[in-house]
C-alpha cells in the first residue's frame, strides 16, 4: 500500500482536503481511478470522520469537505488548556541532547553563534512540547591550543598593566575583552605573579580567572538572548575521567582502526569521508577529532537516545566522519544529527553592515540585540531554514509595519489584548463566559478555527523535521488569518452579545495560542504597542 497523503487544496472548491491514493492504487488495484475512488468512499464512515462531502474529482482525486461543527471545540479546548495547548505524546519521551553554540571561550558571540543559539533553543522548546525528554548542552573547549592562546594573551596584557616588557604572542586575542582581563588581574594579583620562576603558577592561574572570566560573559550573553542550558560540559573533564584513549578500544571492534607511518587511523572513508583520518599522531598527541569521539561516546553513556548537535557553516565537512565515527561506536546513523547554521549578513537597505558603529568592530550577538531588539532578533534567526544563508534586514526588523513579520505577529496579540479589556469597559460581563461557539460559522470563523486546530500537528511536524522555521510561519499565517477575521467581524456589539461572546472567545483562545508559539521561538508577547 501507498502513503496514504492528504493535502490542503489552493481552490477552495475543492473541499478541505484532497488525496491522490485513487491513482497511486491503480496498478496494485487493477481498475479505473475513479472506480477505486467510489469504492473507497462506499467504504467511509463519514458520520465518525466529520465528513460533510466526498467528491470525486478529474482522474480520481477524492475531495473532503469536513463537517465544520466539529471546529467549535477547538476553542474550548484552547480555553481551557491554555498554556498546555499544543502539548502531545508524540516524541514518547525519547530522549534528545541538543548541543549547540559551544563557542570557544575566547571572546565574543557573532552573528552565527547567535542564530544557532535562536535555533537550538526553539528546537528544545518544540521538542519538549510535544513529549520529546530534551536536554540543552554547551561543550567548553577547555583543553586545546585556544585556551592556551588565552592564556598567553592574558599574561602579555597582565604584564603590560604593569609596565613590564613582554611580547605579545603571535596568534593572541586581542579583543578588548582580554584588556579588561589583563587589568582584572594586575588589580587582583598586582606584581606576586611576575618573575619565571611564577611562570607554571602564573599561568595556571591565568587559565582558570581566563576561562572564568570568559565563561562567565558568554552565560550573561545567552541568558539575555532567553536562552538556558542544562549543561556546561567541560572538554578537560574527558581527560581528567580518563575518557578519550578507552573509546579507541570500543571502535577497533568495528575493524575500523589502524596503524601507519607511526600514527592511528580511522578508516572514515567508508562512511562517506574524503581521506581517512589521523586520531593519535606520531608523537603520541591526539587530533581535534578523537577527544570529539569521545565527547560523543559520553553522550551515550548518559543514556540519550538521539543526539543533535547545531555547527556552523565551516563544520559541514565534518559531518560524515563524525556520522562514521558514531556508526564505529556501535550506534546507529539516524541516532545522530546535525543542524548546519549558515551565514548571516546584515543589511541596510541594499547595503551590508559589517561593523558595530558602536566599537567599529565586527557586529556581535550583542550588538545586534541593541540594534533590533532580542524579540526581532530571535524571531528573524529562527525564521528561515537554518542550511540557508539569512540577509538580516535592520530596517525591516526596526519597522513598525505589516512588512515586518515580527511586528505584525505581535501587533496581533496586542490588538486581541486591548480588545478583551474593551469588552470588559463596554459592560459584557465576564467578558465571554456563556459563549456559544456554534455561532461562529462565517468564512472568516471557521478560517481562524482551522488554524487554530492545526497548531498540534504543526509543533509536531516541526519537532519531526528539526524544522523551528514552521512556527514562525505559523504564526504569521495565524496573525495573518485573525487580521482578516477582524477586518471582516464587528467582534464587539452590543446589539448581539451573544455573537459577540463567541467572537471573543475566538479571539481569547488566539491570544493563547500567539503566545504559546511565541514562548517556543523565546518571543515576547506584548499586551499594548
Known amino acids: 500500500m501507498p502513503s496514504i497523503v492528504l493535502e490542503t487544496p489552493k481552490d477552495k472548491s475543492h ?7 485513487a491513482m497511486q492504487l491503480t496498478r496494485i488495484a487493477k481498475k479505473a481511478p475513479r472506480v477505486i475512488a467510489e469504492t473507497v468512499i462506499a467504504n467511509l464512515d ?117 609596565n613590564i616588557d613582554w611580547e605579545f604572542p603571535e596568534d593572541g586575542y586581542r579583543g578588548k575583552d582580554i584588556l579588561t582581563l589583563g587589568q582584572q588581574l594586575a588589580d587582583k594579583y598586582g606584581d606576586s605573579l611576575v618573575g619565571e620562576a611564577k611562570t607554571a603558577e602564573r599561568q595556571a592561574t591565568f587559565r582558570q580567572e581566563g576561562l572564568a572570566y570568559e565563561l562567565a560573559k558568554l552565560k550573561t550573553d545567552l541568558k539575555d538572548f532567553r536562552v538556558n542550558f ?16 578507552p573509546t579507541l578500544d570500543v571502535m577497533k571492534q568495528s575493524g575500523r582502526i589502524f596503524e601507519e607511518d607511526g600514527a592511528t587511523w580511522f578508516r572514515s572513508t567508508e562512511f562517506g569521508d574524503d581521506k581517512d583520518r589521523v586520531l593519535i599522531k606520531t608523537d603520541g598527541s591526539y587530533t581535534y577529532l578523537f577527544p570529539d569521539i569521545a565527547y560523543h561516546k559520553n553522550k551515550f553513556d548518559r543514556g540519550f537516545d538521539t543526539l543533535i548537535d547545531v555547527w556552523g557553516a565551516d563544520h559541514h565537512g565534518y559531518i560524515a566522519r563524525m556520522n562514521g565515527a558514531i556508526q564505529a561506536l556501535g550506534y546507529n546513523a539516524d541516532q545522530f544529527e546535525v543542524q548546519i ?148 467581524s464587528h467582534v464587539i456589539d452590543s446589539a448581539d452579545i451573544a455573537q459577540s461572546k463567541a467572537r471573543l472567545a475566538l479571539c481569547d483562545a488566539v491570544r493563547i495560542t500567539l503566545n504559546n508559539a511565541l514562548s517556543l521561538i523565546g518571543v515576547s508577547a506584548p499586551e499594548k504597542m
Open 15 to 21: 473541499g478541505d482536503f484532497s488525496t491522490n491514493v
Open 46 to 162: 463519514t458520520a465518525a470522520l466529520s465528513i460533510e462531502k466526498v467528491e470525486i474529482a478529474g482522474p480520481g482525486f477524492i475531495n473532503f469537505t469536513l463537517d465544520n461543527a466539529y471546529l467549535t471545540e477547538v476553542v474550548s479546548q484552547v480555553l481551557t488548556e491554555k498554556a498546555a495547548y499544543g502539548n502531545s505524546t508524540f516524541g514518547k519521551k525519547e530522549r534528545v541532547l541538543i548541543e549547540f553554540v559551544s563557542a570557544n571561550p575566547t571572546g565574543d558571540l557573532h552573528l552565527g553563534h547567535g542564530r544557532g543559539a535562536a535555533i537550538g533553543d526553539s528546537l528544545a522548546n518544540i521538542m519538549s512540547k510535544v513529549g520529546f525528554d530534551v536536554s540543552r548542552e554547551y561543550y567548553i573547549n577547555d583543553a586545546g591550543n585556544q585556551i592556551n592562546n588565552l592564556v598567553l594573551s592574558a599574561e602579555a596584557r597582565y604584564h603590560e598593566v604593569l
Open 230 to 245: 542544562d549543561t556546561w560540559f567541560s572538554e578537560q573533564t574527558l581527560y581528567d575521567n580518563n575518557q578519550v584513549l
Open 341 to 488: 547554521i549558515q551565514l548571516v549578513r546584515l543589511m541596510k537597505g541594499d547595503e551590508i553592515v559589517k561593523m558595530s558603529k558602536r566599537t567599529g568592530k565586527s557586529v556581535t550577538m550583542r550588538d545586534l540585540v541593541e540594534m533590533v531588539g532580542l524579540d526581532a532578533a530571535r524571531f528573524y534567526f529562527a525564521m528561515r531554514s537554518s542550511d540557508t544563508h539569512l540577509d538580516f534586514d535592520l530596517e525591516l526588523a526596526t519597522s513598525q509595519s505589516s512588512e515586518n513579520p515580527v511586528f505584525y505577529v505581535q501587533y496581533a496579540h496586542a490588538r486581541i489584548c486591548r480588545m478583551l479589556a474593551s469588552a470588559v469597559e463596554k459592560g459584557i460581563a465576564g467578558g465571554y463566559e456563556g459563549y456559544d461557539a456554534s455561532l461562529l460559522t462565517n468564512e472568516s470563523e471557521l478560517a481562524v478555527l482551522k488554524m487554530l486546530g492545526d497548531y498540534q500537528s504543526v509543533l509536531e511536524e516541526a519537532a519531526k523535521k528539526r524544522a523551528p522555521q514552521r512556527i514562525t510561519r505559523y504564526l504569521h499565517d495565524l496573525a495573518s488569518t485573525f487580521h482578516r477575521f477582524y477586518n471582516n
